[in-house]
């Protein structure tokens, strides 16, 4: 941690800094220079915030000098990354929406969301044909099979494809197949080995927040990734553990600004992991592109009574369509980029 001084601050200010840094254990160590005095303090340095520094009379300015991540940093990479998802831009002044189901089952339920998916006005769809499920007895996804399916519904409406990889012996397959954004699920944010692979190699990846994830292990995930040659990473919040037990996850809003600050790279919202409910999306939805979200990953299925896996979460192609009108709706005042679409936004909303 350095703690730089105006160039006006007087002895006293300089020695309440010293002070408060010896405080908390730690040595420190002063520059003069022809400008100004720089303060730098040596020792477990993570006692120490900027906060406590920079509203100090004569402090200019406060910064820890080492950050755990640096090819994900924003210190490193001033200007947003946008990740070209096979022709659709994320991260740039566009919102995008990401949708279907949350698994892959039939032929028919594929070509069906894929439809709906793009009636919408969705630029990319989401599938699990891999699922990570709580017990070994539930639905397990259908494996390849279910990439066939889901290669052939989204070609059919041109949308890249988004599918979650579990298995790093599935890479070769996931790479046959043309998989177009290959998912790390909450539960593998820190599976190393599989952050290496994929790190090799150029296809976009989503790294979802471990659900008990801090924000710095998050970006430490990523930069697992980064470090391999893979800078193609998109951060998708999708809801934390808490005590809290009314919903299934509590969306982290906060942690959109913070990525935001903390990464040049795009963040999206998953608001269908984080409520578990249905009738909790929208407002989720909502919340995170007025956050400054780059875009959301929603589960929809043509008809969710049916879905073999979350159910519960699942809008249907009418609810998907008015969500990514409201989304639109607030991206427009949210987004540099001002009207996103050709749409007259206030027809359409009404017309849902
Ligand atoms: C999913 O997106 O289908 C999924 C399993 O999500 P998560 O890893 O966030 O639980
Ligand atoms: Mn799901």
Redesign the pocket.
Known sequence: MIVVMNRNATEQQLETVLQKIRCFGLEANISRGAERTIIGAIGDVRKLDTGMFNLMPGVEQSMHIVKPYKIVAREWHKDSTIIDISGVPLGGERLQMIAGP??VETRQQMDESAMHVREAGCRLM?G?AF??RSSPYSFQGQGVDGLAMFRTAADKQGLPMVT?LMDVRMLDTFMEYGVDVI??????MQNFDLLKEVGRLKTPVIL??G?SATISEWLMAAEYIAAGGNHNIIF?E??IRTFETAYR?MLDVTAIPVLKKETHLPVIV?P??AGGKAWMVPALARAAVAAGADGL?V?MHPRPVEAW??ADQALNPQELRRLCLEVEAIAVLVRPAGLQNDVPLEVEIRAA
Request: hydrophobic residues 10%.
């Open positions: 949350c698994s989401r699990g699922k990570p979650e998912q790390i699920g909450t539960r593998n979802k927040r659900m998708c999708r809801g996850n998953d269908s992991h990953l589960e896996c979350d």
